[in-house]
């Protein structure tokens, strides 16, 4: 069975691995048309659920891949600096 790994930020990235092999690496940038842009946190796509939905859309038409038997994620934490 497959597994996916998500990274949200900044240059947002989907790897899909099956049986050892990676299939691919999808940057979301390439789906939005939006350079360095993320589906959480840092340029944030507007409507990142439509992005999400094409992006599986797209892995199951290439792949034939439905469901992941892991999906493992990468986030960043926003610091925010308040001195001047």
Do not use: P
Request: aromatic share 12%; glycine share 4%; charged share 25%.
């Amino acid at each position: 069975m497959a597994n996916i790994s998500i990274y949200g930020s900044h240059n947002s990235a989907f790897a899909i691995e099956e049986n050892g092999k990676i299939l691919t690496v999808i940057e979301v940038e390439r789906f939005c048309g939006y350079k360095n842009c993320a589906i959480a946190q840092y340029k944030a796509v507007y409507n990142s659920e439509l992005a999400l939905k094409e992006i599986l859309r797209w892995i199951k038409s290439e792949y034939g891949i439905e469901r992941f038997e892991n999906c493992y994620h990468s986030n960043t934490d926003i610091v925010h600096d308040e001195t001047i």
